[in-house]
């Protein structure tokens, strides 16, 4: 255990620590310190609720989880307000805090969905092979998050949540029979909006042949592509990106791992792509070897998520995967995505924490009294 959690932690500092650099370095141009700044803040925010959230007994959440999920639902519907929500590029996902500031309830959305399956997940293991229990009741508590959440628009967060809530459910012993249609039905659903959405379903086309869209829909795709095919093996050195000067758009948030790559080459991206896979290992081990049913289920949750929002986010950037806007863990600018997934990072280090004292206490219960130990 202490592998993991050494691992983990020094996955996250790491990658907290590049997106620091890469932030300035892609924003210095034309922002100067502004977003590191606000980063700053929100990371230092993060830094202290994963220290709260680690020295606290993860299985705390099974109490407060129906509390957490009603207030993120809450939130969820009063982003839709008109004159409340920040409406911004045809979405209102946003509130406004202060100037400068802004806290997108998805994210915490995403975490209150994974705590109160987890939590569902524990209660009903043992009824989950039955219709009403294993598909009904939990396609209801997750079709109403990723309900909200679709209606901002945003089709990628619904996807994403969609994804983590089915696998959690296998996990906690769904049949796939119940898991897989409301997972298909979610995918149809999207797929028949996509049909009356031009914007997206120019992104397809777009994905399915860049050059020929690349002064379009497929303009930001192709200058990714290009920005990782000038860093070469080593890269361009830092600060020397060509494209963070107005011909890639979103460079510091969604497209950030492509001016890495154009700084710092492929050896950097590579090392990048190794660091979350070690970080989704860690958090596997961590929540197979968790003392409850909760905590394998909330901290397979926490690690479906942040595994599945990277390889989405890397996909789009190599062009692997159709444009959608998805911020890289850690690393890209975003205040409320960095401030709930250290708070993730702080349960997956509270489960472990947790693990190991148990395990410990049960390995010394089991040594006969009055034989001497072994130094």
């Known amino acids: 255990m202490k592998t993991a959690t050494t691992t983990l932690v020094l996955c996250v500092a790491s990658l907290l620590a590049l997106g620091m650099v890469m932030l300035y370095s892609s924003s210095m141009a034309d922002k100067g310190t502004h977003y590191l700044q606000n980063q700053v803040i929100w990371c230092s925010l993060g830094l202290l609720v994963c220290a709260v959230t680690t020295a606290l007994d993860y299985t705390l959440l099974k109490r407060f989880a129906w509390p957490i999920f009603v207030i993120a639902v809450f939130l969820l519907a009063l982003v839709l307000v008109p004159h409340v929500g920040l409406e911004v590029k045809g979405g209102r996902r946003w509130f406004g805090i202060g100037r400068t500031l802004r806290f997108q309830p998805s994210e915490l959305g995403k975490l209150a969905l994974i705590i109160a ?58 049949r796939w029979k119940f898991a897989l249609p409301p997972f298909l039905a979610v995918v149809a659903g999207l797929a028949f909006s996509l049909i009356y959405d031009p914007m997206r379903t120019k992104r397809i086309f777009a994905w399915l042949d860049t050059d020929k869209h690349k002064m379009d829909a497929g303009y930001q795709a192709y200058q990714a592509m ?17 494209e963070k000067l107005g011909f890639l758009p979103e460079h510091n948030t969604d497209f950030i791992f492509a001016i890495i790559g154009e700084e710092l080459g492929l050896v950097a991206t590579l090392l990048v792509v190794v660091a979350f896979i070690l970080l989704v290992l860690s958090g596997i081990y961590i929540a197979s070897h968790a003392n409850d049913t909760f905590g394998l289920l909330l901290g397979s949750g926490i690690t479906f998520l942040i595994g599945i929002q990277a390889f989405i986010n890397i996909g789009v950037v190599t062009s692997a995967l159709p444009t959608k806007g998805f911020p890289l863990p850690f690393i890209s600018y975003g205040g409320s995505n960095l401030l709930m997934m250290l708070a993730g990072i702080g349960i997956l280090l509270s489960i472990a924490r947790r693990a190991r004292v148990v395990h410990t206490a049960a390995s010394t219960s089991l040594e006969p009294e009055g034989v001497p130990q072994l130094s």
């Not at 290009?226 to 060509?242: C, D, E, I, M, V």
């Open 117 to 174: 399956v987890a939590g569902y997940g524990e209660h009903f293991q043992r009824q989950l092979g039955e219709f009403k229990k294993g598909l009904l009741y939990p396609g209801l508590l997750i079709g109403l998050v990723l309900g909200l959440i679709f209606l901002e628009p945003d089709r990628g967060t619904t996807i994403l949540l969609s994804c983590v809530a089915a696998a959690m459910l296998i996990v906690a012993g769904a």
């Open 226 to 242: 290009l920005a990782l095919g000038a860093g070469g093996w080593t890269g361009l050195g830092l600060g020397n990106s060509r």
